[in-house]
């Protein structure tokens, strides 16, 4: 392994220096290169590609094939960033057998370097599992995609008392799982500083305000590139959505006035000159 690659334990020891995490989610191999070459540290193949990439409405549809695909184009990329899976629905629920094929599937097949995977109390058993057989593991609490029907939609949580508590004991439950990171997702800012501070391990925040350990944003949010709705916690860093649109409408003007392809941009027929 080069010794620039980041690791698990890299990871962990960012925390203990006080060194920001940035967390992206890449789905292919062109985004993961650019990622990869900007330093990011890890590369997030998220279920959300069943939103942002396949068009769907939720990530429930995302199957464990796709995902493979997708994690082997991204590890394909990337050349420092640590990867890391994201087990989708029904890859992890229905038996610990079933946790561990999957699981092992991504870092086998995807060369991922670990896996993450939704849930608290429920998914201590999945934890231990995975990382007793060497498979390390991301948890994800709070606002957690795969609950959408049980949440009611995409909600904040851990808004009242008991689901803070509930929220925190989690936390330190996954910790002692395993866990080498947890994400928080959908949490308030106050509750996310609070677990942050309690736990050894780090915390990777989304729409859980500025105190965690690091940060993740899904890479076509960032980009502009997926505009049907914008999160508050969203930043665009660019507007690619409006610049791709803009060339779209060049090249195609360009073909129906005819001035693309010029003489320039085709072959010569050499054996005529
Ligand atoms: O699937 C995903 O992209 C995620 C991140 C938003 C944390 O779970």
Redesign the pocket.
């Known amino acids: 392994m080069p010794s620039d690659r980041v690791t698990v334990p890299l990871i962990r020891k960012k925390k203990e220096i006080g060194e920001k995490i940035a967390?992206l989610?890449a789905y292919d191999y062109p985004f993961a290169k650019l990622i990869d070459e900007a330093g990011i540290d890890i590369l997030?193949v998220?279920?959300?590609?069943g939103i942002v990439v396949q068009g769907e409405e939720s990530?429930l549809p995302v199957t464990m094939d796709q995902m493979i695909y997708h994690t082997q184009m991204v590890s394909r990329a990337a050349k420092r960033a640590l990867v890391v899976g994201?087990m989708p629905f029904m890859s992890y629920q229905a038996s610990l057998e079933e946790t561990l094929t999957n699981a092992g599937r991504f870092l086998k097949e995807g060369r991922a370097g670990a896996v993450?995977l939704?849930g608290g109390a429920r998914v201590l058993d999945r934890v231990e599992a995975l990382t007793r057989q060497d498979i390390p593991v991301m948890a994800?609490i709070g606002l957690t995609?795969q609950s959408l029907h049980r949440m009611g939609g995409y909600k904040v949580q851990g808004r009242n008392t008991q689901e803070a508590q509930e929220l925190l004991s989690d936390a330190k439950a996954l910790e002692s799982a395993g866990a080498f990171s947890l994400?928080l997702?959908g949490i308030p800012t106050d509750l996310a500083k609070d677990i942050t501070a309690a736990i050894d391990i780090p915390t990777?925040g989304?729409g859980a305000g500025p105190h965690c350990d690091g940060q993740?944003?899904?890479l076509h949010d960032l980009l502009g590139l997926f505009t049907r709705f914008q999160p508050k916690f969203v930043r665009r860093y660019a507007d690619l959505a409006t610049i791709a649109g803009e060339a779209f409408l060049r090249y195609k003007s360009d073909v129906q006035s005819g001035k693309f392809p010029s003489e320039e941009e085709g072959y010569s027929d050499s054996h005529r000159s």
Do not use: F, N, Q, Y
């Not at 998220?46 to 590609?49: E, I, R, S, Y």
């Open positions: 967390v989610t997030l998220g279920d959300t590609l990530t994201d993450k939704e994800h995609p994400v997702e990777i989304i993740v944003l899904v």
